[in-house]
């Protein structure tokens, strides 16, 4: 995507070919700089601390993690140590295991000497990959936008509004996007699409990234906090939800950003269509029950106790919320089950949030998700 009309993506090999380019979100939205990473400790940090995020990005990052490790000690103990310590830095997105999995599976498959070679390639593989699926994630879902703005036309409506929650745009993927990606194409397609774009507290992924990317494109967006769309719906000022997500079970059940459940409950009781977006990696075909079989992420507590911001300084401070004595928990992510979503966006189409669904595009999944 462009920034200040120059052409990126989130991850990219420098160029003497060792070190690992990234965009560090942490800057974002008041800063727009690029990091190197020379290690796989520095790649574990930098998905940890939510430099690089969004479970597509995640996954590319923790491939080319090995990668880097591959340049110092390329033994089997050090394929494995490097698969342990990237992998153990998130656990809800499953994208990060699958990514891991298959750098190592492909490196152990060759000698030694050839593992650095190897696994740079698997890795832009992987990079490459996930661009085409959210490319065609956008391909698939603009023709929902396109019906759900003949509706908002026919009820005398002038524009498409679309809200939406985190950060599920390029910034979150190699490229273009997941739950982004249709919003994208329909904007360039000339539909007058408005985006709601939710502040995703605590992290704010939605008012420092989503409005940050969706600003630089060029697409019209208002930021509310967390607790106005249902508000938004109930008034008729929504014409869809579409979010990404972290891990979907092979029953159709959507793990994502907290707060998206609340978001797909407010649809449902509105008759606002609610739409899941990913591509076929974040699809997890042995779990079943998003509610009882997927990981939580529990994050620092820190991240809701306090907040950071630009400072009329030009400095980015942060500053507390909470009394001293105040508990805080903040548990990252939340399932919203297959019955409160309309449809699932992917790479090979669209389909309902079943199991059936979900197997009809991905018929070589069928054994397992039987
Ligand atoms: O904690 P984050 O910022 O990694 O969470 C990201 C999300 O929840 C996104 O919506 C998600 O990864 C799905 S789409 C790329």
């Avoid at 907290?258 to 409950?265: E, P, R």
Wanted: proline share 5%.
């Amino acid at each position: 995507m462009q920034v200040d009309g120059v052409h990126h993506r989130t991850i990219r090999v420098a160029e003497d070919g060792a070190g690992v380019e990234i965009i560090d979100q942490t800057k974002l939205p008041h800063a727009f700089e690029i990091i190197r990473l020379d290690s796989v400790e520095q790649a574990a940090s930098a998905i940890a601390d939510m430099r690089v995020r969004g479970a597509p990005l995640i996954g590319v990052t923790g491939a080319y993690g090995i990668s880097l490790q591959m340049r110092t000690d390329a033994s089997d103990f050090a394929v494995r140590a490097a698969h342990a310590t990237l992998l153990a830095t998130r656990p809800t997105a499953v994208n990060l295991g699958r990514a891991l999995d298959a750098i190592r599976d492909a490196v152990l498959a060759v000698p030694e000497a050839r593992r650095v070679e190897v696994a740079y390639a698997k890795a832009a593989e992987l990079a490459d990959e996930d661009a085409e699926l959210c490319r065609s994630i956008g391909v698939h879902g603009l023709p929902l936008f396109e019906a759900a703005f003949a509706r908002a036309e026919a009820a005398g409506r002038e524009r498409l509004n679309v809200l939406t929650h985190c950060n599920a745009g390029w910034l979150a993927t190699v490229d273009y996007g997941t739950a982004l990606s249709p919003i994208y194409r329909a904007h360039d397609a000339g539909l007058p699409v408005h985006v709601w774009v939710d502040e995703t507290r605590p992290r704010n992924q939605g008012s420092s990234l989503t409005a940050w990317e969706l600003g630089e494109h060029g697409v019209p967006h208002t930021v509310v906090s967390d607790n106005a769309g249902g508000h938004l719906m109930q008034r008729g000022e929504v014409d869809l939800c579409i979010t990404g997500s972290d891990r979907v079970t092979a029953s159709g059940d959507v793990c994502n950003k907290i707060g998206t459940y609340l978001k797909a409950l407010a649809a449902r009781d509105n008759g606002v269509p609610f739409y899941a977006a990913f591509p076929y990696s974040t699809i997890d075909w042995s779990r079943h029950d998003g509610v009882g079989e997927i990981p939580i992420e529990e994050r620092d507590p820190r991240e809701v106790s306090h907040i950071a911001g630009l400072a009329a300084s030009g400095e980015v401070v942060e500053v507390a919320l909470l009394p001293p004595r105040s508990a805080a928990a903040n548990p990252a992510f939340d399932v919203t089950p297959a019955r409160l979503v309309e449809k699932l966006v992917t790479d090979r189409g669209v389909c309902d949030a079943t199991a059936a669904g979900l197997a009809a595009l991905y018929p070589e999944h069928q054994l397992h998700s039987a």
